[in-house]
């Protein structure tokens, strides 16, 4: 029997020396753990030099990145009572034979057994960054549980899996559960929980939004919502949010009417934002109107606004453009 073949087990690997007398350096066969075929090596000269290592890949197509490892070894000797010696816990990125080295002060002869267990191997991120756990862990299985959960949310609301709701809008009609709808609104909650028709006949009215919208804002409670459908029925969106107390749609709508301002459309964000009390969009039409000087940009539109935007939000208008326009 060959005493170059490792034994691997899950994240451990295992290398019996049968015999290293008159032998100065012996390597491993390769052996994988992970994604990577590896070897040991073992040198002796005043110490016992024992080295870890990747296999090179020799094809330029099986070219895999280079593991940075957290792992420890273990050197046991056989038939005897001497205790293991047993090292830190090493974490280093390791490409060749030179990147780690394990001196030990001992001159073993004869038969023993060195252990490797590997706690950890990610995929080195060569621009600086966290590389990736290869191996499943509790933010890997909470995504996996994520991604579970919102297919079976998907199915509840697309084929009304136990719906017991139904939703009139003003062109249409869509089912839902009380449950997902009250967990998602303190609005909807109160609904559901007193004495109101809607408790009774199991049916809420939203005749200000049309069954498209509606739909997209059941499938944002319901966390499969697309980034197209949220873009294109974002107001309606931020309306229910506002109506409804979906505070964090409301952010989200905020955040996303503050991408695309433009002189088309500052004049009718800004009303959108004193109407929501949406203060960070607020400020940016203030800011493109009047510290970006596009109030130039909508002399034409300008007029008709001011006949129906609020006072206060005119008087606040007036005092953005002192503070701009303060000499210096």
Request: net charge negative; charged share 25%.
């Amino acid at each position: 029997m060959t005493d170059t073949k490792v034994e691997t087990l899950s994240r451990l690997a295992q290398w019996r020396i049968e015999n290293f007398g008159a032998s100065t350096y012996k390597r491993s066969d390769p052996f994988k753990i992970g994604i990577w075929n590896w070897h040991l090596s073992i040198e002796k000269n005043r110490y016992l030099y024992i080295r870890l290592f990747p296999e090179p890949s020799r094809l330029s197509k099986e070219q895999l990145p280079p593991p940075f490892a957290r792992f420890m070894l273990r050197v046991t000797t056989t038939g005897t009572n001497r205790r293991p010696h047993i090292s830190p816990v090493y974490e280093r990125l390791l490409r060749t034979s030179d990147d780690f080295v394990w001196p030990i002060d001992s001159c073993l002869q004869g038969r023993f057994i060195i252990d490797v267990e590997f706690l950890d191997l990610k995929i080195y991120a060569p621009n600086g960054g966290e590389g990736k756990s290869i191996w499943p862990n509790d933010m890997i299985l909470q995504s996996l549980a994520t991604q579970s959960t919102l297919r079976c949310l998907s199915r509840m609301l697309d084929e009304s899996i136990h719906a017991d709701v139904t939703i009139n809008t003003a062109d249409g009609s869509v089912k839902a559960h009380r449950a997902i709808l009250s967990a998602s609104s303190p609005v909807f909650h109160s609904m559901f929980l007193h004495d109101l028709r809607e408790k009774e006949s199991s049916m809420i009215d939203i005749e200000d939004m049309s069954t498209e919208s509606c739909t997209a804002l059941l499938s944002y409670l319901y966390g499969t919502i697309k980034q197209e459908d949220f873009w294109k029925h974002r107001l309606a969106l931020l309306g229910a949010a506002n109506k409804y107390d979906i505070v964090d749609l409301k952010n989200a709508c905020e955040e996303s009417l503050l991408e695309d301002i433009n002189s088309g459309n500052v004049l009718e964000r800004l009303q959108e934002a004193w109407l929501y009390q949406l203060n960070k969009l607020k400020k940016g039409c203030l800011m493109y109107l009047f510290d970006f000087g596009k109030i130039y940009d909508v002399r034409d539109e300008i007029n008709n606004f001011f006949r129906q935007a609020d006072r206060d939000l005119m008087l606040e208008m007036f005092q953005e453009v002192l503070t701009v326009w303060k000499p210096v």
